[in-house]
């Protein structure tokens, strides 16, 4: 039985040199499993844990190439938000929300989910229709929104420039204030330690490089660790979904690109909430640690390097310091980028495949952070049910055949 | 950044100069009537985003306009080769 | 202190500056950093550390200083967290430690409570969200460093490109033997080199007072590269005070220059860049990126004045200071014997303790015992005493037995002022890490070095682990010969002979980590984050096996100096507690920045005004003369309303759409899109992208088509105009003229290069102005004498040639809101002529100028769809009632027509426009407000929504599910924001078009 975490357990520790248990057990694969996870980053350590927790399923194997959370999960801004502007999308992620909320009492660790609430800045009278026709729609779906004027924005962000001098001037934003984020590399272990607890292994340094297959059937996965059986195997593997795809023959409509990301130097708190903007494209907001953590956009060459280019991390800090002048003597301590799998309709593919037994969770493109429990949790209900989950029914791979497609575009400003 | 050849303008140039345009070889089909709605599906919205050396098309949006072909690594983002547009049709070639 | 006449190399003493550090004012000179300037005033504490909050002093003398972290100046030059040694001092500096370690500190009060915050604390405890909720801000206000900047940045930056074919980083011994052998051997090859100190040299000032022939070396190379400099069309280019920090693919390397930190730049010529972004393309790099320095391991080893022992040299040798008089000096190499000689030699007292038997005897070792210094060999220090400063250490037996080194016998105790270690070097890799390439663990140097091949790139001196300056020049003269192969200037290379030992010329002992000094308390590894040898163990415990998670979970190496002289300590460490070799651990990804580059300097010059490039039409000042309110539009600012005598919008619009429905309007719509399309195959061209027949379009008309995506989804719209069977001027969206010329662009060349078409964006080049009305023939009648308007002769959606006004024009016969409207199009540079002449011409008919906004409410009360208003890039032309659009019979498949008969596209419950009327007639619904069911759920929204005059009434265009079947049906909209008291607005369903209904204002009333 694993130490709980609590007040007593710190001091218990703080007397005995800290005889903690290990959170994230050693362990080598068996030879067979009920379910394999492909991708030990948010999404699968979550699948696994739901599998367990929710499902009765806890012969549960978590296969990662690398460490745990070291993909996107560990390369993300880690915004958390649910005001999606379609009923399928946005039911999912208040889904996850809901899971936010009570996730590091679920855990038993603190993923420090913070909510500081989150902008959407409009910049353009286009911006603000859209931010009514989203914040509507997210009330109506019982998701917390509101618009809010430039006035109310400078008056709870005094160090923004709401100017209407510049060339993009802030005209409102919409408001989520149970958005937040949380602490990304928390989340990866506070979901492996519970998982971990409930029996699930997981498994590092174990890379997937087949996929057997007999007779449109999944039978288990070729590792570098070893061939280990399973009925059934959910892929969750991110930028890397093509990839493992293919080695089970399969396509999906995902597209690998750069997304890149930068920190500043550590500062005493100033910016205590999130703000976001398509029109200028940047987001920031300042860690708990104290250091400015922005997003910037993505590159639009195919890549699975994990950077991309100098001009686009640039113009994301013009874009920072049209929203903030006062950031200009602020560094950049670090800048890096991850491999977003992006779909043609910027909406996840939760879904069954060709093959059976065979499950994708994937395409995610540059928002599934804020969605790592609520993902975990409808794909693990699909994978355990062999049906999918109510609110992933929607995000069916088939979609892109028969033309359902849930278009968010629309909803980040983007294609307009 | 990568320093891209233009082979119309014959120069290695920035590629703050160029856009990417997706995958090469991607023919729009022929007669689209005659597909099936996963076919058409599959000429719309799969690629086969290849982890390795792959073609692609890029445009020098910022140049000539004109749109070729990169052989690329969208592993270390080595650019292979460039070829004018028409001048490789497949994969297997040169 | 500062060392009286000494010879040190970077102070000018005859320029005294003043400055102010802490509220204090003190003295320093030309040639000083901030930190070698409070070294010589006695200063010792700089600031406080993250998480515990201790004191802290400098441990080194350059980039990789972890603790003096400072705040520079105030208001528009207030800068956060610059450290000490990185700051040139000028006069009248004045600065602040981050945290001021003179004040009392929360963090460092509850010092008992330590021992329960371990790594990871934080994920522990504060469980309950609601708990979390409540702490989070009271514990956010401990953390960080500097506080933030408030004021605007009073300085400029700059970016500057360049191209060499030789890029060498690093103007140290190696750095300046590779760019002179490049320039020695080529002819037209242009160098640049770049070093992030003020003075080229490196590190081998250090050798001046002892090695005349480094002097010499340096003094001749020196001139030699600046002979090369002063040559006409010099192709070598030298950036000082410039840190190489990012490579990014295909040698593209950013080098961040510093012109000021904190000074004025303004001056009678003008204001400089405070910092410039070098952006080079390089055909070769050559890496000389020195190494850097790092620290011995033991208890309380942060201490102030505990300190790396090539840094007290530096501060010695180039500034003239140094912060003790009684100096221990700890390490497990030759490098700290050095350092004894230098203190020697000025008559400090200095005592070795040196981790190596006594069997080790270099010939150095030798000599300082010679000096008298007293040596402790196989001694290692188990702890540093004193309450924040240094005061005594505790030393005991050591030895290495097999791989391990174990400590044995009793301690004793040695007072010192100042504690200097070397505990061997690490290769400055960074930069050529950016980019994929990796490093391996050289257990000669116990250092990890770069990968030995790579394309286009050359790595020499310590980064590649050469020690002794004399081994620097060759390797770096051998490597140097290898880029001018790869550059294909020589054929056959020279390579000078290395000494053997150039790989471990200071003999650095196998990597010290005896379990019983990292077992101990303190032991810091991250000075910046407080991050100790027992967080790692404990790390390891919990099962944070890999560095990267290591790194994670206790913040080793997170902080402003990138863990640059704690990380490697750290892997080893980790190797030590993992039971597993160096190489295995490895290390962690190294990203740019390899130092901190101000945002301001990022964006370079392309904020403000320069952000964006904004477009303005010809036309533009009669706008602004008018009064206008402008509205963004893509790049574009569009005139919104025009508003007199202090209306409001709402005012003005009603005022605008009755003139142009009752007499006469004119509207610049310049910014619509405009392609010119020539060729024998345009209208095939045209047929393929539009949904509709252009085949039999005829010269002299213009006509109305829709443009999808491959999925199906309306993109764009416009008029396209017939000027001959081989050429047509195609309009877009103001918004969408970038991308449709992109997209058409695309298709001719990737697809349809057999098609005789020729694309030309023309945008720029035409003026448009509407003249939109039932008086509109009559004022172009008076504008225009050699056209024909009688309605008969010059229909609706035909084009003339014609004179306005004396300009040749085009004027299109065409209307976006219903009423008898032309279009005249000029050449662009006539606009404001042409603009005023048709202002002037219909004073008569009180011509009234509208903007964006009367345009959309005139275009709604006819049903005219604004594409990415009323639709979203997920409607497609049945869905806004468009279908009579569709070609049926085009022979070629035109673009998106194949997805139309998918089954999703043809669902009955897709979102479908219509119009909708509120039942009170006065209320305007707000645009983004959703129609409900009768579970309150969504079931459409309001696209757009205006009051028009005219009808006297809210009109509404909306899409609505199965909203073409639902025809007069009643339903509700949900309005959430209760801007206007109400919750829930009835509404009728009906067809989008709501004023003359029939068409039959376009043809006007005369």
Not at chain 1, 139 to 166: C, R
Not at chain 3, 39 to 44: E, F
């Amino acid at each position: 039985m694993q130490k709980k975490y609590s007040w007593y357990s710190l001091l218990k520790a703080g007397f005995s040199d800290q005889d903690w248990d290990q959170a994230i057990p050693l362990v080598e694969p068996k030879s067979k499993y009920d379910v394999i996870i492909i991708g030990g980053g948010g999404h699968g350590l979550a699948t696994a844990y739901y599998l367990a927790k929710e499902c009765g399923i806890t012969n549960v194997a978590v296969v990662e190439k690398g460490y745990i959370g070291g993909g996107n999960t560990g390369r993300n801004t880690t915004i958390i938000r649910s005001n999606y502007l379609r009923d399928e999308a946005s039911s999912l992620y208040e889904h996850s929300m809901k899971l936010w909320e009570g996730l590091s009492e679920d855990l038993n660790f603190n993923v420090m989910f913070s909510q500081r609430g989150v902008y959407n800045l409009g910049h353009t009278l286009q911006d603000m229709r859209d931010i009514e026709r989203r914040v509507n729609a997210n009330v109506l779906n019982g998701v917390d929104a509101v618009v809010v004027d430039a006035k109310e924005i400078k008056e709870q962000i005094p160090i923004i420039n709401t100017s209407k001098n510049v060339r993009y001037p802030i005209m409102g934003s919409s408001f989520q204030a149970r958005g937040g984020v949380a602490r990304h590399d928390g989340v990866a272990w506070g979901f492996a330690r519970a998982a971990s607890i409930l029996g699930v292994d997981i498994i590092q340094n174990c890379e997937v490089i087949d996929i057997e297959v007999e007779e449109g059937r999944v039978k288990g996965v070729k590792t570098t660790k070893g061939d280990i059986i399973a009925d059934r195997v959910g892929c969750v593997s991110a930028g890397h979904s093509s990839v493992i795809a293919k080695m089970a023959g399969l396509k999906v409509p995902v597209e690998s690109h750069p997304l890149q990301a930068f920190v500043s130097e550590a500062m005493k708190p100033i910016l205590h909430t999130v703000v976001m903007s398509n029109a200028v494209h940047g987001y920031v907001s300042q860690s708990d640690k104290g250091d400015l953590v922005i997003g910037a956009g993505i590159d639009g060459y195919n890549s699975y390097a994990q950077r991309g280019s100098a001009k686009i991390v640039e113009h994301c800090a013009a874009a920072i310091l049209e929203l903030f002048p006062i950031f200009s003597r602020v560094r950049m301590n670090r800048q890096w980028g991850g491999i977003v799998d992006v779909c043609p309709d910027a909406c996840p593919i939760i879904s069954p495949t060709k093959v059976e037994g065979l499950y994708f969770n994937c395409g995610w493109g540059t928002g599934g952070f804020k969605a790592t429990p609520g993902s975990g949790n409808v794909f693990a209900h699909t994978i355990a049910q062999d049906k999918q989950h109510e609110l992933a029914e929607p995000f069916h791979i088939d979609r892109f055949t028969s033309g359902a497609l849930i278009d968010e575009h629309g909803a980040a400003g983007v294609a307009h | 950044m990568f320093l891209i050849d233009c082979p119309y303008c014959k120069e290695s140039r920035d590629q703050n100069e160029f856009s990417p345009a997706g995958e090469a070889f991607i023919a729009r089909p022929q007669n689209p009537e005659d597909l099936s709605d996963a076919e058409w599906a599959d000429y719309v919205f799969y690629r086969s985003n290849h982890k390795g050396d792959q073609w692609e098309q890029w445009v020098h949006t910022n140049g000539c306009r004109k749109y070729f072909l990169v052989k690329r690594s969208t592993i270390s983002h080595e650019i292979i080769k460039v070829a004018a547009f028409g001048e490789v049709t497949s994969d297997s070639e040169l | 202190m500062r060392i009286e006449n000494h010879s040190s190399h970077q102070i000018d003493y005859s320029q005294s500056l003043t400055f102010i550090f802490n509220n204090k004012t003190y003295k320093g000179y030309k040639g000083d950093t901030l930190a070698s300037a409070l070294v010589a005033n006695d200063v010792l504490f700089f600031a406080r550390s993250f998480k515990y909050g201790r004191k802290r002093g400098l441990m080194a003398a350059g980039v990789e200083e972890p603790n003096a972290l400072i705040s520079l100046e105030i208001g528009g030059r207030y800068t956060p967290n610059l450290k000490a040694t990185e700051v040139m001092l000028y006069d009248g500096l004045s600065a602040v430690s981050s945290s001021n370690p003179n004040a009392l500190d929360f963090r460092a009060l509850i010092k008992p409570f330590h021992r329960f915050m371990p790594a990871g604390f934080y994920y522990k405890t504060f469980i309950k969200q609601k708990v979390w909720a409540k702490v989070e801000n009271s514990l956010r206000a401990l953390s960080g460093f500097s506080k933030a900047p408030t004021e605007k940045d009073v300085d400029v930056y700059d970016h500057v490109f360049h191209h060499a074919e030789v890029v060498v980083i690093g103007g140290g011994v190696a750095g300046i033997s590779a760019a002179l052998e490049v320039l020695n051997n080529s002819k037209t090859e242009r160098v640049i080199l770049v070093d992030e100190r003020e003075h080229l040299g490196g590190e081998l000032f250090n050798e001046f007072s002892t090695d005349d022939a480094a002097s010499t070396w340096h003094k001749d190379s020196i001139e030699k590269l600046f002979s090369y400099m002063n040559e006409d069309n010099s192709r070598l280019t030298l950036f000082l005070r410039s840190a190489a920090y990012a490579w990014y693919d295909h040698n593209y390397i950013e080098v961040l220059e510093t012109n000021a930190t904190g000074e004025s730049l303004v001056t009678e010529q003008g204001q400089a860049a405070r910092k410039t972004i070098h952006k080079i393309r390089a055909k070769e790099v050559i890496l000389a990126t020195g190494a850097h320095e790092r620290p011995m391991l033991f208890e309380t080893n942060d201490l102030a004045n505990i300190m790396l022992s090539q840094s007290v040299r530096r501060f010695l040798n180039e500034f003239g200071v140094i912060s003790g008089k009684d100096i221990v000096l700890y390490g497990n190499n030759d490098s700290i014997y050095s350092t004894a000689i230098d203190l020697n030699n000025i008559n400090i007292k200095c005592t070795v303790v040196d981790v190596r038997s006594s069997e080790i005897q270099s010939e150095i070792v030798t000599n300082v015992k010679g000096l008298g210094v007293k040596v402790f060999q196989g001694y290692a220090i188990l702890k540093a005493n004193g309450t924040h400063l240094v005061r005594s250490i505790e030393l005991s037996q050591v030895a290495l037995q097999g791989k391990e080194w174990n400590v044995s016998g009793g301690s004793q105790q040695l007072k010192c002022d100042l504690l200097a270690t070397s505990g061997g070097f690490n290769p400055v890799v960074h930069l050529d890490c950016h980019c994929g390439a990796k490093t391996f663990y050289d257990e000669v140097s116990q250092s990890f070095l770069p990968q030995k091949e790579r394309n286009n790139r050359q790595v020499c001196g310590s980064v590649a682990g050469v020690g002794a300056w004399q081994d620097a020049v060759g390797d770096a003269k051998n490597k140097a010969q290898l880029t001018l192969k790869s550059l294909g200037i020589v054929k056959k290379i020279n390579q000078d002979k290395l000494s053997t030992n150039y790989l471990n010329f200071f003999n650095v002992s196998q990597f010290f980590t005896p379990v019983e000094i990292l077992n101990r308390p303190k032991v810091f590894l991250d000075m910046q984050n407080d991050v100790t040898t027992l967080d790692v163990a404990l790390s390891i415990r919990e099962g944070y096996r890999s560095i990267e998670h290591i790194k994670r979970y206790t913040a080793m190496g997170f902080g402003t100096d990138q863990g640059k002289t704690g990380n490697i300590n750290g892997i080893a460490v980790a190797a030590k507690f993992l039971g597993i070799s160096m190489s295995e651990v490895g290390t962690t990804t190294f990203r740019p920045a390899y130092t901190g580059v101000d945002f301001g300097a990022m964006a370079g010059r392309e904020i403000g005004d320069f952000f964006d490039p904004q477009r303005y039409t010809t036309i533009n000042d009669c706008h602004v003369s008018s009064g206008a309110e402008f509205e963004v539009v893509g790049q574009w600012y569009r005139p919104w309303y025009y508003p007199i005598n202090g209306e409001d919008i709402h005012q003005a619009v009603n005022r605008e759409c009755l003139a142009a429905r009752t007499s006469l309007g004119m509207m610049d719509a310049s910014t619509l899109g405009k392609i010119d399309v020539q060729g024998s195959d345009a209208r095939e061209f045209l047929s393929r992208v539009y949904t509709n027949a252009w085949m039999k379009l005829a010269p002299g008309s213009c006509r109305y088509g829709l443009m999808c995506n491959e999925k199906g989804m309306i993109i764009d719209d416009g008029v396209s105009t017939c000027i001959n069977d081989n050429h047509f001027i195609m309009t877009t969206t103001t918004g969408g003229a970038a991308s449709v010329y992109s997209a058409l662009e695309m298709w001719l060349q990737t697809e349809w290069s057999n098609l005789d078409v020729h694309l030309n964006s023309v945008t720029d080049q035409y003026a448009t102005i509407a003249v939109v009305g039932p008086n509109a023939r009559n004022l172009m009648k008076v504008l225009c004498q050699d056209v024909d308007f009688d309605r008969q002769n010059f229909k609706f959606m035909q084009w003339r040639p014609g004179t306005v006004c004396g300009v040749d024009a085009r004027i299109m016969r065409i209307s976006f809101s219903g009423e008898l409207a032309y279009e005249i199009n000029i050449e662009a540079n006539y606009g404001y002529y042409i603009w005023n002449q048709v202002a002037l011409a219909g004073k008569k008919w009180n011509i009234t100028p509208y903007g964006t906004e009367s345009m959309h409410v005139l275009r709604a009360e006819k049903g005219y769809i604004i594409v990415g208003q009323d639709t979203d890039g997920s409607m497609t032309p049945m869905d806004v009632n468009m279908g009579w659009i569709l070609a049926k019979d085009k022979p070629f498949s035109y673009i998106g027509r194949r997805s139309f008969s998918i089954s999703a596209l043809n669902s009955e419950e897709r979102f479908q426009l219509v119009g909708l009327l509120t039942k009170d007639e006065q209320v305007v619904l707000p645009e983004g407000s959703h129609i409900i069911d009768n579970k309150s759920r969504s079931i459409g929204y309001v696209t757009s929504s205006y009051y028009s005059p005219i009808l006297g009434r809210s009109i509404a265009l909306a899409q609505l599910k199965g909203g073409l079947s639902k025809m007069s049906e009643t339903v509700l909209v949900k309005i959430v924001q209760e801007k206007q008291g109400l919750k829930e607005i009835p509404c009728e369903v009906s067809s989008s078009v709501f004023y003359d209904i029939n068409g039959e204002k376009v043809d006007g009333n005369d």
